[in-house]
């Protein structure tokens, strides 16, 4: 038996691949290259998971990796019609963001009820300026995304004192279907996105479920940009159609410096970080090992995304 | 029998007293008039709990209110030799602040952890730079103050997942004693200070305790500023012996606009509110009526202040 080839698509630093060092020929590729190492390797690793190349690289016929890995919990950056046709398996990183990005839900829900970001504001014009803030526990949140992160999220925010609904794409137990959403987001105080970006939800936040939502109400996104119609956000915001938001994830990404969204009133910008904790790469990494034994063992992998979909489906 | 006489040292705004009107012949003052006035009360309402006027007020000798209470959780400022010396009753608004104060200092280790403070600075500056930010489940904090603000912090960073120890005056179950204090700072990610102000707490938080915390340790203040040696901490700051601080509670307050305090680094100041959520005036007004109405029945008062030691005692 040969050994396989796996490609890496990188970033930096490189993934540490420990032990299948010497199991495997690792080929590394950047958005230049990898068309033409693609039809070469048996893997797929997609180390940097900012990167559209895969989209634009896959090609349509002949030989091409039987198995493609992304470090991210989003496919929506690689999977297209190519590769979502195809016979070759796609796997993500479920399971690795899935508490950070909960905790990182949480600091945002915090900081507005208690009103943090105008205590640091007060506190650089030394001005002392008591005020009233707001108790979590009691309060009601809307979790869109019944994956995983937005379990997880449900979870924590629950353990805080929060009332959570979950909405997903279908009715089930624990889970509102999309019929629920509007009703749902009209009496929540906290209206948090952790959809996967799909046909169906792009674009989901939109002028109309701002105006839906309670003037008291504050949105959070942690998915991925497009769910959000950002111009709409911005002016919801203006207008005061709502208290506060925070992004982390946008539609360009990074941010552009000239960007309207870094000045608009009451919103919260932070750089695609929710998920990043101390260690992360480090997880991703060790994860990918643990599959590659799976696969390489023939045995089926886990964490694999319904490629018509655009998510791995389960509980 | 006569109507009652309650003397309301007042704040704005005035307190809602509702059921008690008619009941009790309602008397106000201010710091300048309630030496005069304190004779004639039978009952005191501190309502103003930022005035140190009891102490200076209190009659040494002769008629005096039989029962004080205190619209705060803290009674330092008011509780000078005459009083504790004196068979009048001294009752506080335990109960009233947990939650609120619990959540306040969930959002600042959230806050810490996820590096809120500096997202907001590069917000300002338009720059998207990506960090790690931390796992805030399997950290460690000690919160220095056993009562039910301490106990309340407790319970919420444990819903976090954080393993937490209470310090309190004497060991008993699940309470630490002041022997264990600094191994247990040593090894914490989160050193929480509520404790109230007594003769033995005063000036714990020293050179020497910030000292023995690790690099990577942020410390919290919601007890009461006097706990906490405030040009030690700016030095351990400055020097990087610890990772961040915040306080909402000083010394001397409000903080003056020529405070060096406002601007030492990695310091969040804020103005003595982690306690005031939305309506916290009305349930403290509440909470003195349902006193009153015990005393009134001539039955036994809750939140009784031991005005040896300067708290509540109890579980």
Redesign the interface.
Known sequence: MTVPTLLVLDADPLPRLGRLTGRVRIEHADASTLAERLPHADVLLVWDFTSHAVREAWPGEGPRPRWVHTASAGVDHLLGPELAASDTVVTNARGIFD??IA??V???V??F??D??R??E??RE????????????GTRAVVVGSGPIGRAIAG?LT??GVTTALVGRAERTGVHGPDDLDRLIAGADWVISAAPLTDRTRGMFDARRFGVMQPSAHFVNVGRGQLVVEEALAEALRRRWIAGAALDVFAA???A???PL?EVPGL??????SG?????RDELADQFVELYELWAAGRPLVNVVDKQRGYVPGH
Do not use: C, N
Not at 276 to 280: A, L, N, Q, R
């Open positions: 508490r950070p905790e990182y949480a600091a945002l915090l900081a009820a208690k943090l970001p205590t640091l007060f506190q030394r001005t002392w300026r008591h005020r009233e803030t707001r108790r979590v526990a924590t353990a805080l990404e990074p941010l410096p000239d960007s870094w919260v910008v932070s750089p695609h970080m990043d904790t101390v260690g992360w």
